[in-house]
């Protein structure tokens, strides 16, 4: 009996250690409960296909309760054009506030979004990690963002396919992008555009990323 006490106690502490080892290996999400806004650390790699305005809000649902904000009602930023019911993106985000991952407000409602009183940049437009978005002058450059909206958050006319098909499509069409950090190679109105800031080159992933994205996308919380 006395020559197995050192032996039990050496395999407890052997399977403490490696229990140890396991947790460090795990690596949970960063939990951000209070978050209402985020930008998608990724898009569904099929560039501005996103399976429809329906597929864009299930990312952002899934990715909004992976950081541990779940029990919200998540909703993409994004326009669709007539053949899409003319969704505007500004109607479909909930009234506000709305904070990102630091606890920091980015505007305090619809309209105080749409002006130049948003808290909307590099430094606060985060992802659902807390993470910021590489922008311009980095390498990779990611800050051009989906929106298919105008500066007002509304469609464009049906004429104009700035939506990709309604995010159905990688192949037909482009899209408005938005620039996440405000920055371009000009300092213009357009470039500081948040939500309108130029059309891509086309809708599949190369093309976004060509113009100075990868297939990202705002998220708010509707309620």
Known sequence: MKAAIPTFAMAVTATLWLGAIAGAQTQWPPQSPDMTFFVTSAGPGKGADLG????????????????????????????????????????????????????????????????????????????????????????????DVLTGSTTEGRAWPGNLNLTCNNWTSSNFGSAMLGHIDRRGGQDTVFQRSWNAAHMSRGCSQADLIATGGNGLFYCFAAR
């Open 52 to 143: 429809g305005i329906a597929g864009a809000d299930e990312l952002c649902q899934r990715m909004g309760t992976a950081a541990g904000a779940g029990d919200k009602t998540w909703r993409a930023y994004l326009s669709t054009n007539e053949a899409g019911g003319s969704i505007n993106a500004r109607d479909r985000i909930g009234r506000g506030p709305w904070q990102n991952f630091k606890r920091e407000i980015i505007a305090k409602n619809v309209d105080d979004l749409h002006s130049d009183n948003n808290k909307l940049n590099q430094d606060n437009s985060l992802t659902e990690r807390g993470q910021k978005v590489a922008g311009f002058g980095m390498t990779p450059n990611w800050h």
